[in-house]
């Protein structure tokens, strides 16, 4: 749906054996989780709600000069939300508009019927259907799932590498426990925040 990337549940997590776990340990997976994040959050801003968003339009590829690879929309124009319900897009070359307007009504999926007018595209937000906003809050979740198993990835690579720590003579014992401790705060931290965006998401959907 939406033609949205699925997060691999072995997203290239991995730890350096050889590093303490107050400082680079605890850096890594702080970044991967903060990464995690970021990508959740680019992923469920391009799932369509009734109110304008730029991230909805923004990587839509246009065929804009022949010979050379597409575009998208935010390498070719400012794209701004004056209304709640509108977006409008404002192409540096003028000559683009006619391209930009078709890739724009080329996305079924969004479902846009973009209006050019005075050197501009306007883009109304077309309303949801009941069945549409329910469907949508599924794939929300869907995609919630889908992070939730790779943070539990990265929790067990993260365990992984305190444990071969510890088997190398890095880590004592006591070293080992207090980093599983952390791994789990962190854990814990990132799946509040995931869970949390996502509500908020689902509740922007289902909002009328």
């Keep these: 749906m939406n033609g949205l990337s699925v997060i691999p549940a072995n997203a290239g997590i991995q730890f350096s054996n050889s590093v303490t776990i107050n400082t680079v340990h605890r850096k890594e997976l702080t970044e ?13 801003a391009t799932v369509r709600t009734s109110r304008a968003n730029a991230a909805l339009i923004e990587d839509i590829k246009v ?8 575009l998208m929309i935010r390498e070719l124009a400012t794209i701004n939300t004056p209304e709640p319900n509108l977006l409008v897009v404002s192409p540096w070359d003028l000559s683009l508009i006619p391209k930009i307007e078709t890739a724009l009504r080329k996305s079924p ?10 050197n501009l595209i306007r883009v109304p937000m077309p ?7 329910i469907e949508l809050s599924k794939f929300v979740r869907v995609k919630l799932e889908e992070v939730r198993e790779t943070a539990r990835v990265i929790r067990q690579d993260a365990m992984r590498a305190l444990d071969e720590m510890e088997e190398n ?3 004592s014992e006591d070293d080992r426990f207090r980093g599983r401790e952390e ?14 965006f996502s509500e908020e998401k689902e509740a922007e959907i289902l909002r009328i």
Excluded: C, W
């Design 183 to 196: 791994v789990e705060v962190e854990i814990k931290e990132i799946n509040a925040r995931l869970a949390k």
């Design 109 to 118: 999926s969004l479902g846009f019927n973009p209006i050019v007018f005075d």
């Design 127 to 133: 309303m949801l259907t009941e069945e549409r906003r």
């Design 63 to 70: 065929e804009a000069y022949e010979g050379t690879p597409p």
């Design 32 to 44: 991967k989780l903060n990464q995690l994040f970021e990508h959740f959050r680019s992923e469920l």
């Design 169 to 171: 003579g890095i880590l």
